[in-house]
Antibody, heavy 120, light 107 residues
Framework: QLQLQGSGSGLVKPSQTLSLTCAVS??????????WGWIRQPPGKGLEWIGY???????HYSPSLKSRVIISVDKSKNLFSLSLSSVTAADTAVYYC????????????WGQGTPVTVSS | EIVLTQSPGTLSLSPGEKATLSCRAS???????LSWYQQKTGQAPRLLIY???SRATGIPDRFSGSGSGTDFTLTISRLEPEDFAVYYC????????FGGGTKVEIK
């Protein structure tokens, strides 16, 4: 059974960089036809797509976050990572990692969510 | 970027009743790229439906999806106690967007 486990800093200061990692187990991050993505959810609000990466390193980002986001993949460790720079309080959210099925583009496996607070 | 508008914001129903949730797109969405998710409080979303009407693995057949163009619907034929949750639609048209969600609550 595929599992995704997110981890990273739960508290980030304004203007700094948020860094999260998602470890994939029960399957290979290099499986053809799937990308690996990030979605966030501010407290009490809906879901916002951040971006995704294919195991080749090809990335696709949300236009609203593109200037601040980097998603990377480490095939040797079977994990992928999110970096979000210049954070503000508006970036406070639960960050989910998920597998993306690339034919129909939907998120079929999700991590448990990593809460991140931006505060000084 | 395509905007998805879900209605109603909240649906108050009793167990056993039928739930009909709407997802309207600001422009036409390919039926191949419309999905639905269920999210319970404190949990990650769970995939219910992909490609408008295909149920994900393990999803009971009381959940069904339909629609085309700009109007899509998620139907729960008979609500079970575990179905009371928030539901989101999601589309892909070069970029991914989610609807704002519909909360199905116990009446």
């Amino acid at each position: 059974q595929l599992q995704l486990q997110g981890s990273g800093s739960g508290l980030v200061k304004p203007s700094q960089t948020l860094s999260l990692t998602c470890a994939v187990s029960g399957g290979s991050i290099s499986t053809a036809g799937y990308s690996w993505g990030w979605i966030r959810q501010p407290p009490g609000k809906g879901l916002e797509w951040i971006g995704y990466i294919y195991h080749t390193g090809s990335t696709h980002y949300s236009p609203s976050l593109k200037s601040r986001v980097i998603i990377s993949v480490d095939k040797s460790k079977n994990l992928f990572s999110l970096s979000l720079s210049s954070v503000t309080a508006a970036d406070t959210a639960v960050y989910y990692c998920a597998r993306v099925e690339m034919v129909r583009v939907y998120f079929d496996y999700w991590g448990q969510g990593t809460p991140v607070t931006v505060s000084s | 970027e395509i905007v998805l508008t879900q209605s109603p914001g909240t649906l108050s129903l009793s167990p056993g009743e039928k739930a009909t949730l709407s997802c309207r797109a600001s422009q036409s969405v390919s039926s191949s790229f419309l999905s639905w998710y269920q999210q319970k409080t404190g949990q990650a979303p769970r995939l219910l439906i992909y490609a408008t009407s295909s149920r994900a693995t393990g999803i009971p057949d009381r959940f069904s999806g339909s629609g085309s163009g700009t109007d899509f619907t998620l139907t729960i034929s008979r609500l079970e106690p575990e179905d009371f949750a928030v539901y989101y639609c999601q589309q892909y048209d070069n970029f991914v967007t989610f609807g704002g969600g519909t909360k199905v609550e116990i009446k």
